[in-house]
């Protein structure tokens, strides 16, 4: 699938907007998982629907009745070079199938915050082993139109820049678990 047939929007040649315009964004974007300051590559794919996080030791359990997951996080972070360990427990927002060239697969789905330019964004992720992709998040269409544009032909356009004092873009809507289900829709992927 070429690059070109991905934009949602496509920014003048440069990434050059008026001041007050949408932010630009490029096709891969530093951003930083909070609340831990973590700086990850992102991969902005609109060929994806549901962002998503490398994870590893993935296990949904039960808390005090309701579904939970148990993950571990394992990240380098790009600013520091170290490797970030975090086990972590969250409630399941949803459960998801991703349909993509190879097969199907199922996932468990979490919302954790990740900070894009200066704003915080609460996002849903599903949880999956990207050990071997070339990028540790992937962030879909439901993030990547909360941002401003994207130019597929640029990358490293805003650096992460959050911190105490910045906006927190509050994840709409409830998961399948006790409240009101998404779409309901299957995901597409084509994640690398």
């Not at 082993?129 to 139109?145: A, S």
């Not at 650096?159 to 829709?185: M, R």
Request: charged share 35%; hydrophobic share 35%; glycine share 10%.
């Amino acid at each position: 699938m070429a690059l070109a047939a991905l934009p949602l929007c496509m920014a003048p040649a440069g990434g050059a907007l008026a001041d007050d315009g949408p932010d630009v964004f490029g096709w891969v974007e530093m951003a930083t998982l909070e609340p831990w300051d973590v700086e990850v590559k992102a991969k902005l794919d609109s060929g994806a629907l549901t962002s998503s996080l490398d994870a590893r030791d993935i296990e949904r359990f039960d808390k005090e009745g309701e579904p939970w997951v148990r993950f571990a996080l394992e990240l380098e972070d790009e600013e520091t070079g170290e490797t970030f360990k975090k086990q972590l427990e969250r409630p399941l927002y949803r459960d998801m199938t991703v349909r993509g060239a190879g097969g199907r697969d199922e996932r468990l789905v979490v919302l954790m915050e990740v900070c894009m330019g200066d704003t915080i964004h609460e996002e849903q992720f599903s949880l999956r082993n990207r050990e071997e992709m070339n990028y540790p998040m992937l962030l879909g269409r439901r993030t990547i139109g909360e941002l401003g544009l994207l130019d597929v032909r640029e990358t490293f356009m805003i650096e992460p820049s959050c911190d105490e004092n910045s906006p927190v873009i509050e994840h709409e809507g409830e998961g399948e678990y006790g409240t009101n289900k998404d779409d309901g829709a299957d995901d597409e992927d084509s994640e690398s």
